[in-house]
């Protein structure tokens, strides 16, 4: 009877981690870092962490969460770069990533995710030039890379973004 129990409630726990679809965990005052087992919740569509005190690197992981359309990161310590593969993400719409730490070049694969709307990486340290790839983020309505360490020309194809209703460099 015990494994029984032990059974349903593994079961239970299976089950739940397949149907949660979204995450609110903004505003907790949480710390530490994010765990490579998030993945383990492959529904998940929205997620937000914003307002906390996370910090280290974003984990691989985030990539394989291929149902997401909403990841809000904001106004935590992210540091490093944006871990590669977030161009698994199709079904993504809005990426708030403000106010972290984050260093090194602005990524580029972002510009492979057709559906995205909202892009927001400001207030990080992210250098160098904007690519001019970023050109190509044809359904982007709102793009905020200001507060950075940006320098080099601004590429004359944002000035064609077909979409783009809120530009902030």
């Known amino acids: ?70 990841l809000d990161i904001s106004h935590n310590d992210f540091n490093g770069t944006i871990p590669p593969g977030f161009f698994r993400l199709k079904s993504l719409l809005n990426f708030t990533a403000y106010s972290n730490s984050f260093t090194g070049e602005l990524p580029e694969e972002f510009v492979h995710l057709p559906l995205l709307r909202h892009f927001d990486l400001s207030g990080s340290y992210f250098s160098g030039p904007i690519p001019s790839s970023y050109g190509a983020l044809s359904s982007v309505e709102y793009l905020d890379l200001s507060g950075n360490l940006l320098n080099g020309t601004i590429p004359p194809q944002l000035g064609s973004l077909p979409s783009v209703r809120m530009l902030k460099l």
């Open 1 to 70: 009877q015990c494994l029984i129990i032990i059974i349903i409630i593994i079961i239970i726990i299976f089950f739940f981690f397949f149907l949660v679809i979204g995450l609110d965990l903004s505003n907790l005052n949480l710390s530490g870092t994010i765990s490579g087992s998030i993945q383990q919740l492959p529904a998940l569509a929205s997620l937000n962490i914003s307002n906390n005190n996370f910090g280290g690197e974003l984990p691989v992981s985030f990539t394989n969460l291929t149902k997401l359309q909403f």
